[in-house]
């Protein structure tokens, strides 16, 4: 973030993280959050008694899957997040996402985006109704110069499109004081197996439709679901996405409902070191009704992460975390409203990247999410991570990233399975490539980096489920389990799905035997890797 946008300082009150307070016209202020506003875009739904009867179906199957712990390579969905929301009576009002359609039969714009070159515009689509975002036109329209999103489309008939935010209370860097527009290339993923981008906010970044159509207000109950990841977060004020003031000012306690994911532990006395999802009800980003999260919530540390969030407006919150590629939901939080915060006072105002007031040094990774009018129940939100997961969410190109030697940059190394063992708990090193079997891995599509001909079924493994640095990578029989998930990302690290953090050469050695481990990412020739 430009230094002369927000001026960082430490809070005046006890227990509370430092954050950055900003400075607006020579004086300085902390505040709470805020969000901004916006309008336009995109459709349907079914009606009639079959319809509904196939939708119902469609979740039965869809919660079967996740049970099984089904996933693979998305088609045209038979039916989206939305449609099974809207099944178990709480239907999106909004529904955003710059990688898919989230209803079976939407084939509208997902976002827009203007080149620098001639600010030029351009609409990006879907593959097919209900399908997979065609990124291929932006790639070629933004060749040779640079890309921004300028509006996500709301695929809802409520056309609650989110514009770049106008700014708020807090000023942004954009001009007259708006926030400015995400990089539109600055996050490629796959997404059933196509090429996609999502949206990287970083300080600054922010989108906002206010009075927007149909969302819950004051005591209403309002359900809120996205897909982010652990790859990028900070403990910085605000990456929300859900409800928040049409003033882009703090209006109180209980003014916003949105979900908060990052690592700021507002009020103290957190366990861990997170990321978590947390409730931003305004003055306040809640882990619990006290603030702090609980102790078996440390943190969470997946390359995709589903957050969800629900409010019934009077007596109880709840928060929930999923992983988005596998697996169910784990409630992290279920009971009472704060103090002072019922009735919820909800504006309808529904934002992306920043706080209430528009506070933006928050950072996130958004690839897709929803409001919805109602409370939605477990069972309604278990089938659509199910759906989630099936969606075949990938920073490693959807079917595995290939296989080969996998090189340690920093070294001119590979990476070697001592003496082509096979027993397991040896940890790994690096030595000279030589094209041998105890050098050859394979990226799965499950992330799994698997040992080649003669490893007998033997994974690249985080010893122990350990996500702390220093954790030893090792052989270990493969067997799913999310220690043995790798991400082979687009700046040549390779990173735990489990802890988020990067393949790393100990001591950044060159040295033939040094050993692999886990280790905090952080940009070192000792975290490069290529694999092939």
């Known amino acids: 973030m430009d230094d002369n946008f927000y001026v960082r300082g430490r809070s005046d009150r006890p227990g509370t993280v430092d954050r950055p307070p900003r400075t607006r016209l020579g004086r300085t202020s902390r505040r709470g959050r805020g969000k901004r506003p916006f309008a336009p875009s995109a459709p349907p739904r079914r009606g009639g008694v079959l319809a509904r009867l196939a939708v119902a179906f469609a979740i039965v199957l869809s919660t079967l899957a996740g049970a099984m712990g089904v996933t693979g390579t998305a088609q045209a969905a038979a039916s989206g997040p939305c449609d099974i ?48 975002v065609n990124a291929a036109p932006q790639v070629s329209f933004c060749a040779g110069t640079s890309c921004t999103i300028t509006k996500i489309y709301d695929q809802t008939s409520n056309h609650n499109d989110m514009p770049i935010s106008w700014g708020g209370y807090w000023k ?53 679901y996205m897909i982010t990841s652990s790859n990028d977060v900070d403990q910085w004020c605000c990456f929300d996405y859900g409800s928040g003031e049409n003033s882009h000012t703090d209006t109180g306690n209980a003014t916003m409902n949105a979900i908060e994911w990052g690592t700021a532990c507002w009020f103290g006395g957190c366990s861990g070191s997170g990321p978590w999802v947390e409730a931003d009800l305004e003055n ?11 102790a078996n919530n440390p943190g969470v540390h997946f390359p995709f992460v589903s957050a969800w969030e629900k409010n019934n407006g009077t007596t109880n919150f709840t928060l929930k975390y999923g992983n988005g590629t596998s697996g169910g939901l784990t409630t992290t939080w279920s009971g009472p409203l704060p103090n002072g915060y019922s009735p919820m006072r909800t504006d ?6 920043t706080g209430g007031d528009n506070s933006g040094s928050g950072v996130g990774y958004f690839f897709e999410g929803a409001v919805t009018a109602g409370y939605p129940s477990d069972a309604t939100e278990n089938a659509v991570q199910a759906n989630l997961t099936a969606a075949g969410y990938s920073f490693s190109g959807g079917t595995g990233g290939g296989a080969g030697a996998l090189h340690a940059v920093g070294a001119g190394k590979c990476l070697d399975d001592p003496n082509s063992t096979t027993v397991q708990g040896t940890q790994q090193q690096i030595w000279d490539c030589n094209g041998q079997a105890n050098q050859a891995w394979t ?19 985080a010893s122990g489920q350990g996500t702390s640095p220093g954790t030893k990578v ?3 029989s493969c067997n799913g389990q999310s220690n043995q998930q790798w991400n082979l990302n687009a700046n040549g690290t390779v990173t735990g799905a489990q802890s988020g953090l990067c393949l790393d050469v100990t001591g950044a050695s060159t040295a033939n035997g040094a050993l692999a481990e886990l280790w905090t990412c952080n940009g070192g020739s000792n975290q490069q890797w290529t694999l092939g």
């Open 85 to 132: 929301y809207a099944s178990g009576g709480t239907p999106c009002v909004t529904a955003h996402s710059t990688t898919r359609a989230l209803f079976a039969s939407y084939n509208g714009p997902l976002y827009q985006i203007q080149r620098a070159s001639d600010h030029g515009y351009l609409d990006i689509g879907l593959l097919s109704a209900g399908g997979d």
């Open 172 to 224: 942004g860097p954009g001009p007259n004081g708006s926030d400015l527009g995400a990089d539109a290339m600055a996050l490629p993923l796959t997404v059933g197996g196509h090429a996609a981008y999502g949206v990287k906010v970083t300080q600054g970044v922010g989108y906002r439709v206010d009075n927007a159509k149909n969302v819950p207000t004051g005591a209403a109950p309002e359900g809120v």
């Open 348 to 353: 309808s105002s529904i934002l992306l990247g």
């Open 284 to 294: 306040g980003m809640y882990s619990s009704n006290t603030g702090p999260n609980t």
């Open 443 to 461: 990226h799965t599509s499950s992330g799994q980096l698997t040992l080649g001909t003669g490893g007998g079924g033997l994974c690249l493994d």
């Open 474 to 476: 090792q052989i270990w």
